[in-house]
C-alpha cells in the first residue's frame, strides 16, 4: 500500500487548505484513516481521523477548523483547514489502516505534507 499527500504549502494566518491523500495497492477494505502533524522540535500528534462507516474525531486543538472526509471509492481522505494559526506549521501525515487483498492488515503512512503558516 502507498500513501501519496498533498495539498500542503504556504499560507497566511487566517487562510485555508485542502490536504488530500490517496491509497493505492492492492486493498480489500479500509478500516480507517488518519491525519497527523509533527512541528519542528515536536512530537507526532493526532489531528483527525474517519472511519469507514464515516465516523470522524478530531483532536481539541483543531475542533471547529478542520474537517475531515473521505471519498471511498477512491480510498482517498481529505483535510480541510479554515482560520489557519501559525502554530498549525507543521508537516501533516496521513495513516491508512485496513486489509490488504491477502487478508492481511495494513497500517501504513504517507510521506508527509509541509503546512506553512507564515504572514
Known amino acids: 500500500v502507498q500513501l501519496q499527500a498533498s495539498g500542503g504549502g504556504l499560507v497566511q494566518p487566517g487562510g485555508s487548505l485542502r490536504l488530500a491523500c490517496a491509497a493505492s495497492?492492492?486493498?480489500?477494505?479500509?478500516?480507517?484513516m488518519a491525519w497527523y502533524r509533527q512541528a519542528p522540535g515536536r512530537r507526532r500528534e493526532w489531528v483527525a481521523s474517519?472511519?469507514?462507516?464515516?465516523?470522524?474525531d478530531y483532536a481539541d486543538s483543531v475542533k471547529g477548523r478542520f474537517t475531515i472526509s473521505e471519498d471511498n471509492p477512491k480510498n482517498t481522505v481529505y483535510l480541510q483547514i479554515h482560520s489557519l494559526k501559525p502554530e498549525d506549521t507543521a508537516v501533516y501525515y496521513c495513516n491508512a489502516v485496513g486489509t490488504m487483498r491477502s487478508g492481511r492488515p495494513f497500517n501504513y503512512w504517507g510521506q508527509g505534507t509541509q503546512v506553512t503558516v507564515s504572514s
Open positions: 474517519i472511519s469507514s462507516g464515516g465516523t470522524t
Open positions: 495497492g492492492r486493498i480489500l477494505s479500509m478500516e480507517s
